[in-house]
């Protein structure tokens, strides 16, 4: 038997599965039990964040809704076909291929032929007792002008037995005449500590095992996609090490071991230049990618500053809780001023790179003006008169362009011994 992928296999059935769209789910539950269903919707958001698993919910809610625990009907008397039919139904529906629910990839059904086409079909009834012909269109802002054009009338009025769905990742490009049809549902990106939280499920019905910090890397990696994480989990299962360890991860993603990462940020609150820069070229001689490394290390540096403006119980710190307590002690070898400039000046360093012809130059000295940034805020603040050692804003004001010239407040600068 063909080995079904981790994202389809644990793909939402029921309203209460889709993770992190609950408010869009008790909507839709609420306008089938009030008898308010719409004749067309717009469900709007990034990959993977589970538009199109709500639309066939919907779908199988309308027409099979006793497969469903706790599923709303509407009010009044309706007949709906026996359980077992039901049933029948409910897998095809789940699987795209039901007969009264037609799924239409809008990329390669996009011309004014396939719109007349949908619209002809449209006119004829449900079959097989079903209450209701639905039509999910996936990526429908890929359907040509004259498409569009083509279905504006059988969308502001179609027969009472039609329902459309439009699934789009760019709801800027579905013009404002077929918006204004629908019902519009924005999904958003699914928290990482709701990712994290599924995938631990996940790896518990799959019956392996994994580290906290390893979950955590991956619904981070996942960027608000759940299908983006399971896959990646995906990816990291098959190596078939068990338990799944952050060296693990590492190897199968080419990502830069946390450790030597940590190892750069604290030369950098050294300012030990010569560290910092033997850090750096250890990571690239390990073939990291530039521009990943200064991603890892800006997401790095983002939860210090997380960790000392909001302290490290804080929700806001995306990291296992056996790594919190070193984490802390990390960021407080800073303060959040210092930490905003170190963020800032990787950022200018991401963009500027691409358009050099020496990246590495301006990777070098970005790591020492990074570790050097205490004594450069001391020089500017001696060219500014003010004699005084410079101060939490000193970075910011000795490192990044626009330099003030106002004298430095007395909080400690980052990378300041403690006392």
């Known amino acids: 038997m063909a080995y079904t992928v981790l994202a389809r296999r644990y793909r939402s059935a029921a309203f209460d599965q889709v993770v992190g769209q609950e408010p869009i789910a008790r909507t839709l539950q609420n306008a089938i039990a009030s008898g308010r269903v719409a004749h067309a919707y717009l469900f709007t958001g990034t990959r993977g964040v589970g538009k199109t698993s709500m639309a066939r919910i919907f779908a199988r809610a ?135 939280s599924h995938l631990r499920n996940v790896l518990t019905q799959e019956k392996v095992k994994g580290d906290d910090e390893v979950v955590w890397q991956l619904a981070r990696l996942g960027n608000g996609s759940m299908r983006d994480a399971l896959s990646l989990l995906d990816r990291l299962i098959s190596a078939g090490e068990q338990p799944l360890t952050a060296q693990t991860l590492v190897q199968m993603l080419g990502l830069p071991p946390q450790q030597r990462i940590s190892d750069l940020i604290d030369a950098m609150a050294d300012g030990d230049v010569k560290a910092a820069l033997e850090a750096t070229a250890g990571l690239l001689d390990q073939g990291i990618a530039q521009d990943q490394l200064m991603e890892v290390l800006v997401e790095r540096l983002r939860q210090l500053m997380l960790i000392r403006a909001c302290g490290p119980d804080s929700e806001l710190v995306e990291i296992a809780d056996d790594a919190r307590a070193a984490a802390g002690a990390q960021a407080a070898r800073f303060d959040v001023q210092g930490l905003v400039y170190m963020i800032s000046v990787c950022e200018n360093l991401l963009r500027t790179a691409k358009a050099s012809s020496n990246p590495r130059a301006l990777l070098d000295a970005t790591v020492v003006r990074l570790a050097l940034a205490e004594k450069l805020a001391d020089i500017a603040g001696l060219l500014a008169g003010n004699p005084a050692p410079a101060s939490a804003s000193g970075p910011a004001s000795g490192g990044g362009p626009g330099a003030s010239s106002r004298p430095a407040p007395s909080a400690p600068v980052y990378g300041e011994k403690k006392k």
């Open 62 to 196: 309308l027409n099979a809704p006793d497969t469903i625990p706790n599923c709303p009907k509407p009010p009044g008397e309706h007949d709906y076909p026996e359980r077992d039919v039901q049933d029948r139904m409910a897998t095809a529906i789940m699987r795209g291929d039901d007969l009264n629910v037609i799924e239409i990839d809008g990329a390669s059904n996009n011309s004014v032929e396939n719109a007349r086409q949908l619209i002809a079909n449209a006119g004829l009834a449900p079959t097989g007792n079903a209450r209701f012909k639905i039509y999910i269109i996936d990526e429908v802002h890929m359907l040509s002008t004259a498409a569009f054009n083509a279905l504006l009338k059988t969308m502001e009025e179609p027969p009472a037995h039609v329902k459309f769905i439009l699934c789009t990742t760019e709801s800027h490009k579905v013009p404002a005449t077929i918006q204004s049809r629908c019902q519009r549902f924005d999904f958003r990106n699914i928290p990482t500590k709701d990712i994290a």
